[in-house]
């Protein structure tokens, strides 16, 4: 089991540095190719819009043929993606560009399932290390996918980025090679059809609310600080090194805290670490407000990487208790279907905030999502939720 969830975290560590060289360069390669600076984040918007889309497809496909072949489907993908991206900046296509970020989103659809094949590999008192664990994956993709990024920015100048969008398309290969020798759970077995409840009373279900408002709201603002933050530096004078560092050591919050985040939950409950991922948001807007130097936006996007952890991992261990087996693929994709739209919504709106009335107001509009977040936290703890006892 934990030899399985070891491969799984080093596949998802290819499939982080991915993410993380897309979340350094696409806002500024939608600048440069943009007429209207405003529509700058358009294309990771539409990347996101993507993954929304794709989610439940990505999820009954897993179902139906098999972790192993979902995810293989999903790499090839993402190298798609990334050629179809590279072609586009070459050619100077706004347009192009855009198609490749939405292809791009496919891939990260299926991504974000390597959490839940975790979740299925482990045992029910070891679920929540698990899917830590995995998750922890993109630890050194917090250093790889900005270094890559700054090494391959101007590979093929003038066109800034075409190197770095043709050197991704090389890291959803590396995962193929990866899975083929991971021991993945095979397709069950058909047999008569049990269905399951209806999703919409799987949806009213207390713990399905904070954890779909868990994982909403941390994806949520991280994105919509994350997205504008490299355009916000330059706005500001600073240079696109300084925004790689931030990057990292963003990228560096959001993981490392998976080392211990599964052994927290263990031990104080979700409730408790959901609310510290929301309170360390509250920290991000509170470091982003405080000034404009490089520390400031460094603080600012490790809290909040931090904060989407908590979030993200025990709104992720909090969805595990919400279904049984037949319903698990439906429920699951829906999940993330509500998350990453909430992502997509608030990287459209990125640009148009930053652009339009700056860094300031960015940071103002996520604290009403984080207070929802707080209020959300609480009222689990006082519903009496604790420690994760996953639905058989």
């Given at each position: 089991?934990k030899r399985?969830?070891?491969?799984?975290?080093?596949?998802?560590?290819?499939?982080?540095?991915f993410?993380?060289?897309?979340?350094?360069?696409?806002?500024?390669?939608?600048?440069?190719l943009?007429?209207d600076?405003?529509?700058?984040?358009?294309?990771?918007a539409?990347?996101?819009?993507s993954?929304?889309l794709?989610?439940?497809?990505?999820a009954?496909?897993m179902?139906?043929?098999?972790r192993l072949?979902?995810?293989?489907?999903?790499?090839v993908t993402?190298?798609?993606?990334?050629?179809i991206a590279a072609?586009?900046i070459?050619?100077?296509?706004?347009?192009?560009?855009?198609?490749?970020?939405i292809?791009?989103?496919?891939?990260?659809?299926?991504n974000?399932q390597?959490?839940f094949?975790a979740?299925?590999?482990?045992d029910?008192?070891?679920?929540p290390?698990?899917?830590?664990?995995?998750?922890?994956?993109?630890?050194?993709?917090?250093?790889l996918?900005?270094?890559?990024a700054k090494w391959t920015?101007d590979l093929?100048a003038?066109?800034?980025?075409a190197g770095?969008y043709?050197?991704?398309?090389?890291?959803?290969?590396v995962m193929?090679a990866?899975?083929?020798?991971?021991?993945?759970p095979?397709?069950?077995?058909r047999?008569p059809?049990?269905g399951?409840?209806?999703?919409?009373?799987?949806?009213r279900?207390?713990?399905?609310?904070?954890?779909?408002l868990?994982?909403?709201i941390?994806?949520?603002?991280m994105s919509l600080?994350?997205t504008t933050?490299p355009?916000?530096m330059?706005s500001?004078?600073?240079d696109?090194?300084?925004?790689?560092?931030?990057?990292?050591?963003?990228?560096l919050?959001?993981?490392?805290?998976?080392?211990f985040?599964?052994?927290?939950?263990?031990?104080?409950?979700l409730?408790?670490?959901m609310l510290?991922?929301?309170l360390?948001?509250f920290g991000c807007?509170a470091?982003?407000l405080?000034?404009?130097?490089?520390?400031?936006f460094w603080l600012?996007?490790?809290?909040?990487?931090?904060g989407w952890?908590?979030?993200f991992?025990?709104?992720?261990a909090?969805?595990?208790?919400?279904?049984?087996?037949?319903?698990r693929?439906?429920?699951?994709?829906?999940?993330?279907?509500?998350?990453?739209g909430?992502?997509a919504?608030?990287s459209?709106?990125?640009?148009?905030?930053q652009?339009?009335?700056?860094?300031?107001?960015?940071n103002?509009?996520?604290l009403?999502?984080?207070l929802?977040?707080?209020?959300?936290?609480?009222?689990l703890?006082?519903?009496g939720?604790?420690?994760p006892?996953?639905?058989?």
């Open positions: 089991m399985t969830i070891f491969k799984l975290a080093v596949t998802q560590m290819f499939g982080q540095t993410t993380t060289m897309i979340l350094a360069t696409t806002a500024l390669v939608g600048t440069a943009a007429t600076k405003a529509l700058a984040t358009v294309p990771h539409l990347g996101w819009v993954v929304a794709c989610a439940i497809p990505a009954h496909i179902k139906r043929y098999g072949c979902g995810f293989t489907l999903g790499a993402g190298t798609a993606g990334a050629l072609y586009g070459v050619e100077n296509s706004f347009t192009l560009f855009a198609v490749g970020m292809v791009i989103g496919a891939f990260n659809a299926t974000q390597y959490r094949a979740a299925e590999v482990a029910a008192a070891y679920r290390r698990a899917i830590s664990y995995v998750v922890a994956g993109g630890v050194l993709a917090a250093f996918g900005p270094e890559l920015k093929m003038p066109m800034e980025f770095t043709f050197a991704l398309a090389a890291l959803p290969v193929i990866m899975l083929v020798v991971t021991p993945l095979r397709p069950a077995a047999g059809r049990r399951g409840r209806p999703l919409r009373e799987i949806a279900q207390p713990k399905f609310v904070v954890a779909a868990a994982g909403m941390g994806w949520g603002v600080v994350m933050t355009l916000a330059v500001c004078g600073l696109f090194a300084d925004a790689a560092f931030v990057v990292q050591w963003h990228i919050g959001m993981y490392a805290p998976s080392f985040t599964g052994a927290l939950i263990a031990r104080f409950g409730p408790r670490i510290a991922g929301a360390l948001q807007v470091a982003a405080a000034g404009l130097d490089v520390w400031n600012a996007n490790v809290l909040v990487g931090m952890n908590f979030l991992v025990g709104g992720t909090l969805v595990t208790e919400t279904h049984t087996v037949e319903e693929a439906t429920v699951q994709g829906f999940n993330d279907f509500l998350v990453f909430t992502v919504t608030t459209f709106a990125s640009g148009w905030l652009n339009s009335f700056g860094w300031d107001v960015v103002y509009s996520v009403p999502l984080i929802v977040a707080i209020a959300a936290a609480i009222w703890l006082r519903l939720a604790a420690a006892q996953p639905a058989e």
